[in-house]
Every structure is written in structure tokens, then in C-alpha cells.
């Protein structure tokens, strides 16, 4: 054998070296998600659970062994499974909040134009004054008809949009 051909050997064995451990470096080189998601450590228990319990079946984990282990990693997987129904909770509550905000503008209480009675979404006519109602959208001021839910030109909803208009006035 020859100087030459041991270099080439060698130089071989390097370059496949370099090959072979590209594929780690990449992986290592991928940026680490600093937020650990709740989803993912109740996954990465049950993971976990599963692999122990496999260990387990081989014989690889004592018997003591994997009854703690198997605690500890309930316990994770409790902790975390709570953790996301309560943010599901917590997004649940900021939703129904935004719902009866974007509600509320709608159910206002209605006065009559004329003499300020206070009336019912349902009424068509003023109780004190007998004027009847005429429902207007606040978008677009097209004219509806009593018991409209939706403006025909626009869609938007005719609750508590109520405007009232002398009889004479129709």
C-alpha cells in the first residue's frame, strides 16, 4: 500500500464523515420553539407514557421503576391536559365577552321619536302616542316594514333600529 492510497482513504473517510453528520448539524441548526405549546406537552406525555409502557413490556423498566415514572408522567399529562381546557376556557370567556359587546349596540332600549315612551322591540306603535313604527336601517337608511329582522339593502340587522313616523306621515 501506498502513501497515495492511504490518503485517498483517508480523505474518503472524511468526506463521508462530513455527509454523514450533515443531516445532524442541519437539525441542530433549526431554531428551538421557546413557547412549548400546551398541546405539545400533553402529546409529548402521552409519548412519553407510551414508550414506557412498550420499555416496559420488554423488560427494560422494573416493575418499581415504571410504577413511579408512570405517576410522574400521569401527573404531566394531567397538568398539561388542565392547563389547555382552561386557556380554551379563558378564549371561550374573551369570545362570549366580544359577542355580548358586539350584541349589546343592538338591544338598546328604544324610545319613541315624539313623546320618549320607552318601547318593546316587538311593538309597532307607540303605547302613549299611537304612532307606528317604521323601521329605518341605521346603515343605509333604507325604509322597512314592521317585523323586518334584516334591511333588505344591505342585510344588517333591524333590531333595535326602530324609527317612528306619524300615521299622517305614511
Do not use: W
Request: include cysteine.
Amino acid at each position: 500500500m501506498t502513501i497515495g492510497t492511504a490518503l485517498i482513504g483517508i480523505g474518503m473517510l472524511v468526506l463521508a464523515g462530513i455527509v454523514v453528520t450533515q443531516p445532524l448539524r442541519h437539525k441542530a441548526a433549526l431554531p428551538e420553539d421557546s413557547g412549548s405549546s400546551r398541546g405539545s406537552d400533553y402529546d409529548a406525555a402521552l409519548l412519553a407514557l407510551r414508550d414506557l409502557e412498550f420499555d416496559h413490556q420488554l423488560d427494560v423498566v422494573s416493575d418499581e421503576d415504571y410504577a413511579r415514572t408512570k405517576g410522574q408522567l400521569m401527573t404531566q399529562a394531567a397538568q398539561a391536559l388542565e392547563q389547555q381546557v382552561e386557556a380554551r376556557s379563558q378564549l371561550d370567556d374573551l369570545i362570549e365577552t366580544a359577542v355580548r359587546t358586539n350584541r349589546g349596540g343592538t338591544n338598546q332600549p328604544v324610545t319613541c321619536q315624539h313623546c320618549q315612551e320607552q318601547l318593546a322591540p316587538d311593538d309597532n306603535f307607540c303605547p302613549q302616542c299611537g304612532r307606528i313604527a317604521e323601521i329605518a336601517c341605521p346603515v343605509c337608511k333604507q325604509a322597512g316594514t314592521p317585523g323586518d329582522n334584516f334591511c333588505t339593502g344591505c342585510g344588517t340587522a333591524l333590531h333595535g333600529a326602530l324609527n317612528f313616523a306619524s300615521v299622517a306621515e305614511l
